[in-house]
């Protein structure tokens, strides 16, 4: 019954008021958005397009190492040792993960499907390098790309200038590929030890102190003025 007076709208208009109260400032207007003002640059555009490419690859090889890791963790802990961003003096950059464990030890980065020679290059080189730190273990290091969501068969490359091998299989087959192999390995006695052994918490460091060189010397401001006592 309409008694002439004022109703409170509770259909789609009062509905839509409360979407555009809680959207950005000006939505459903007639009027177009502006474009936010361009903020001025203090360096060149070409070195900060080339800087940012160089840190968007950066932050793209992290995100599919990440993904990776989400898939290494079907391995069983009491079986693999995972270790992640290994540095190795040898090599120009850390390694993205070295799992050690009963089929052997391997090397591994990810990629979602580009790869090129200097990756090929690397991984050899970092395999060799690993296995020339554990040179009392008896079998290779075995490098390898991992493609996450490939659907190529595993395969090993070498570069134009013979620098090899290094495997590139897709992450389904990596636990099979993994497998594959009856190197020497790792008993789950080995990775106990090892994870026990790799524990931070064990580390103490004592800061280490300064002294001036020479009795009674004052001490300057260059590096040589001293020295450290043990």
Not at 198 to 203: E, K, N, V
Request: overall charge neutral.
């Amino acid at each position: 019954m309409d008694d002439g007076g004022d109703h409170l709208d509770t259909t789609d208009r009062a509905r839509d008021g409360w979407r555009r109260s809680h959207g950005a400032a000006g939505a459903g207007d007639a009027s177009p958005r502006r474009e936010a003002p361009e903020l001025p640059l203090r360096n060149g555009p070409r070195m900060l397009t080339h800087l940012g490419r160089y840190l968007g690859w950066h932050a793209r090889t992290i995100e599919v190492n990440d993904q990776l890791a989400q898939r290494l963790a079907c391995l069983d802990r009491s079986d693999w040792l995972r270790v992640r961003g290994l540095p190795l003096g040898s090599v120009e950059l850390p390694i993205p993960f070295v799992l050690f464990g009963p089929a052997g030890a391997f090397i591994l980065q990810a990629s979602r499907g580009y790869w090129i020679d200097q990756d090929v290059a690397l991984m050899s080189r970092a395999a060799r390098a690993l296995g020339a730190a554990i040179r009392e273990y008896p079998d290779p290091v075995r490098p390898c790309i991992v493609i996450l969501d490939g659907s190529a068969q595993e395969r090993h490359y070498f570069t134009g200038a013979g620098e090899g091998p290094c495997w590139v299989v897709s992450d389904g087959r990596l636990v099979p590929w993994l497998r594959r192999f009856h190197d020497h390995g790792f008993s789950q006695g080995d990775i106990a030890r090892l994870r026990a052994l790799a524990d931070p918490a064990l580390i103490r460091e004592a800061e280490r102190t300064i002294a001036p060189r020479g009795k009674g010397h004052s001490g300057g401001s260059a590096p040589e003025d001293y020295y450290f006592p043990g």
